[in-house]
């Protein structure tokens, strides 16, 4: 009896995980049947239209690059240099603990209260308006924590005796940081940094809430410029009745999808190369 | 002389870039409090907390909250439901039965599931899950919660089960040996052993993922509707707090006026909403990482 209730927990559990792989399946497989007829270089090469058989995506990839490219520039050094800050500096203080207390906090407030925060503090007070520089802001606080978080772990596995060989040959603690420690950190810091950036250019509703364009027949020339992203124009055609229009949507989820592999790609790569460099 | 000083500018360089994030919480709190004031200059708080009628943008404006909040609640609820027991069952077997070589490809499979951009799930709610249900359920109409609440729980999921199952593993190996000394199942060691042991660190992860739910935003904009309703029913369209700061920032509300104040008012009752679980959720893991270490 007790054998049997054992077996029964086990086979619902492991159906638990196949309903989760199944679900997987199906939304790859329903937005391939949906959407890669729409595939062609014409979809990726033409600007909006109103008419769903002539619309293409490439403004709001570009609008994507643009962001995202801005995006890394901002929270790049932003976020190493507060990792460092909290990991090598700021050791038991009782300002860095708040700061940490704040940074796991922050991580945790919804997408959507930045694009309010951006909307009040880059788009008004600081006269941005709807500019792709007033989006990558937003999505550069957005994607701090996580910078901050995998920054301060590949940190933590640089060895302690590289730090004492470097004082010992008279390094300050600057130099030995620079020289010394991030040299080794960085396949880790730029793993954390594509995959905070791959949740970035997924996001839609922050991008919405600072008045990112739905329908913008050109590509952003500059970062003033005005601009809509990958995700808003899936959310613009979804949106829309016409039947044609859903399948730009899937026809643009692929796009996505496959941009975000390329990237979760770039991460396993050099996070296989840091491993391998750390048990040598 | 000259180092020591750059030793300390660049020291000073690297705090106020930490402090950044102290400035991201000050701004959130000061943006969405200014607005919310003048929101509540012209809109008494009695009424906005409990009137039951939302209708900002029409010509005779009602601004009773409850029907966001009830629409939040439901969605959100519908997901716990699914995201819990499955989270659970999971977390239950990948950190108590999985032999490694599957915890090596769920893991992986689960993390894909958790990275898909939400936009992309409230397509496969809206184009997929739907009209499934519809098959199931014909008085269903093509706006729901329970489409968006079913695939958000699935979203949900991997939070649920990577975070329980931490909490699982951190329980110490001795307890489990204590159980099957006394003769205990593998499953009576899990269920009534480690997961009451682990029960804090479990409930920090529910609780996140409670406040992932309440804030999420794409799936219900796309999948769950636009109409504000004072409703429990999972088949009719109705519309969650995140879902009306899309719809109104889509629109071209003037700024400055009062329906353009009403998504910030919202927003701060969102952001309230989530704050506090997160705070709940992040001293039940202090006590459970206080409680093994």
């Known amino acids: 009896m007790k054998r049997r209730a054992d077996l029964a927990f086990r086979v619902l559990a492991t159906g638990t995980l196949i309903v989760a792989l199944i679900t997987l399946a199906a939304l790859v497989l329903d937005v391939l ?16 239209s109103r008419r769903p058989e002539d619309a293409g995506i490439y403004h709001a990839l570009a609008g994507s690059v643009w962001v995202i490219v801005i995006t890394a520039a901002l929270a790049l050094p932003l976020g190493v240099a507060a990792a460092i800050y909290l990991e090598e500096y700021g050791t038991n203080s009782r300002l860095a603990r708040f700061i940490e207390i704040n940074i796991a906090n922050l991580a945790a407030v919804p997408s959507i209260i930045y694009g309010l925060l951006g909307l009040g503090v880059f788009v008004r007070f ?29 940190l933590r596995t640089v060895p302690k005796s590289i730090r004492e060989g470097s004082y010992a040959l008279g390094a300050t603690k600057w130099q030995t940081i620079w020289h010394q420690v991030l040299p080794v950190a960085v396949p880790g810091i730029l793993t954390g940094l594509i995959l905070s950036l791959s949740r970035a250019i997924g996001e839609t509703a922050p991008l919405i809430t600072i008045g990112a364009l739905t329908y ?23 949106s829309r009745p016409q039947a044609a229009f859903k399948e730009n949507a899937a026809a643009g ?23 391998r460099q750390g048990r040598s | 002389m000259r180092p020591r000083r750059l030793e300390r500018v660049i020291e000073l360089a690297l705090l106020l870039s930490a402090v950044l994030s102290v400035l991201t919480t000050a701004g959130i709190i000061i943006v969405l409090a200014v607005e919310t004031f003048e929101f ?8 906005f907390l409990t009137g039951t009628e939302w209708t900002p943008l029409f010509a005779s404006p009602r601004f009773g909250v409850l029907p966001l909040i009830a629409g939040t609640v439901l969605v959100s609820a519908i997901a716990m439901a699914v995201a819990l027991p499955m989270g659970l069952l999971s977390a239950i077997y990948l950190s108590e039965y999985a032999p490694e070589p599957l915890r090596r490809v769920v893991k992986p499979v689960l993390e894909i599931l958790a990275g898909v951009p939400t936009v992309v799930y409230g397509y496969f709610a809206l184009m997929f899950v739907t009209p499934l249900l519809q098959r199931v359920f014909p008085q269903m109409a093509g706006f729901n ?6 695939v958000m729980g699935i979203m949900i999921l991997p939070l649920v089960s990577s975070l329980a199952e931490d909490a699982m593993r951190a329980v110490p190996s001795g307890l489990r040996e204590g159980a099957y000394a006394l003769g205990a199942t593998k499953m009576q060691t899990a269920l009534q052993v480690v997961v009451p042991a682990a029960l804090s660190g479990i409930t920090a992860a529910f609780i996140l993922a409670v406040s992932r739910a309440v ?7 796309i999948a769950a509707g636009q109409q504000p309703r004072l409703t429990a029913s999972p088949f009719v369209p109705l519309e969650t707090m995140t879902a009306y700061i899309v719809q109104v920032s889509l629109g071209d509300t003037p700024q400055g006026t009062l329906e353009y104040r009403t998504i910030f008012a919202v927003g701060m009752l969102l952001f309230l909403m989530t704050f506090a679980l997160n705070l709940a959720s992040t001293w039940l893991r202090e006590r459970f990482r206080e409680e093994y270490s």
């Open chain 2, 215 to 221: 804030g999420e935003t794409m799936i219900v904009a």
């Open chain 2, 145 to 150: 919660a329970l489409s968006p609440g079913i």
């Open chain 1, 216 to 238: 913008i027949p050109f590509a952003p020339d500059g970062v003033w410029s005005p601009f809509t992203v990958l995700p808003i124009q899936i959310f613009n055609w979804v």
């Open chain 1, 126 to 154: 600081m006269g941005m308006g709807r500019s792709v520089m007033a989006g990558a802001c937003t999505l550069a606080l957005l994607a701090l924590p996580v910078v901050i978080l995998s920054t301060r772990e590949a």
């Open chain 2, 40 to 47: 509540l200059r012209a809109v008494p708080l009695v009424e």
């Open chain 1, 253 to 275: 989820i692929l796009v996505l999808l496959a941009l975000l592999l390329m990237m979760n790609a770039a991460a396993v790569f050099l996070r296989d190369r840091f491993q």
């Open chain 1, 33 to 48: 049947a949906d959407g890669a007829g729409r595939l062609s270089w014409r979809f990726l090469t033409s600007l909006a």
